[in-house]
């Protein structure tokens, strides 16, 4: 029976190499800016709702000022 090698996994501790962290650092910068990207175009998107609102104020804006 030959000897098979033993594989002890251990999800606590973990061998870092100094140019593995740094480019996990760099890879987790670039999502967080790309995240942040993303989130600033969906805000600044208009969307139907936006046109309804808007639509809206008009409206009162107009019956207001025929009222005056």
Partial sequence: MPNEPLYITD????????????KMQQFEQERLR????????????????????VGIAALCARRRQKHR
């Fill in 11 to 22: 999800n606590d501790k973990r061998v870092e190499n100094p140019e593995t962290v740094k």
């Fill in 34 to 53: 790309q995240a942040e990207q993303r989130e600033a175009e969906l805000l600044n998107k208009c969307c139907l709702m936006d046109y309804i609102i």
